[in-house]
């Protein structure tokens, strides 16, 4: 069975630093998605960024990218240039690619804080 | 605009009573989820249908039922076999076939039973 971790329940970064978010999984699937999911206050969940396991290259958005180490199984999340609107709880998710199911698995989330 | 609706946001119910939270999209996507979240765990998935008229029990259906009568809706009832149904429940849906396999989600119902 797969399984996400988040092994920082809470994190804090200052406005206009950067911050990176971890995130490891565990699975015997060699085609998969890996997720950023980011819940504000408003309790909304919004994608923030998504990457192909097939793929090599780090996935980017904007001021969001990954690092994601295929054979560690790992794919943290960088926030660069904080922003006061980035604080939320952040959720990493797992989908076997052409399962029966686009089943996300999720991690527990790690709550991110920007201060002033 | 197009998106996932679920109403109400906030819901109160007595102990022993069923409740049906509501969740309708106009994405024409043809998969549905249901999620429920705890404070301190992730998502956790009740139940999903990948078309009309079908659906399947995810990893924690007991006590939990859904319908699929329309493409565009997924109704979750909460019965009263639910042992602790207080929590935030949030529907998602997901067009089949995308490469991008993408979840969009509602904004959620907080479901309160006393």
């Known amino acids: 069975a797969q399984t996400v971790t988040q092994s920082q329940p809470e994190m804090s970064v200052q406005e206009a630093e950067t911050v990176t978010l971890s995130c490891t999984y565990d699975t015997s699937e060699s085609n998969y998605y890996l997720f950023w999911y980011k819940q504000p206050p408003s309790r909304q969940m919004i994608l923030v960024i998504r990457q192909e396991a097939y793929k090599q290259q780090n996935a980017t958005e904007n001021r969001f990218s990954v690092n994601f180490q295929k054979a560690a199984k790992s794919f943290s999340l960088k926030i660069s240039d904080s922003q006061l609107g980035d604080t939320a709880m952040y959720f990493c998710?797992?989908?076997?690619?052409?399962?029966?199911?686009?089943?996300?698995?999720f991690g527990t989330g790690t709550l991110l804080a920007v201060q002033p | 605009d197009g998106g996932i609706t679920q109403s109400p946001k906030y819901l109160f119910r007595k102990e022993g009573q069923n409740v049906t939270l509501s969740c309708e999209q106009n994405l024409n996507h043809d998969a549905m989820y249901w999620y429920r979240q705890d404070p301190g765990q992730g998502l956790r998935l009740i139940y999903y249908s990948q078309i009309v008229n079908d659906f399947q029990k995810g990893d924690i259906a007991e006590g939990y039922s859904v319908s699929r009568e329309k493409k565009e809706s997924f109704p979750l009832t909460v019965t009263s076999a639910q042992k602790n149904p207080t929590a935030f429940y949030l529907c998602a849906s997901s067009a089949q076939g995308s490469l991008s396999y993408e979840q969009y989600f509602g904004p959620g119902t907080r479901l309160t039973v006393t």
């Open positions: 998710a797992f989908m076997n690619y052409g399962g029966a199911t686009n089943k996300l698995i």
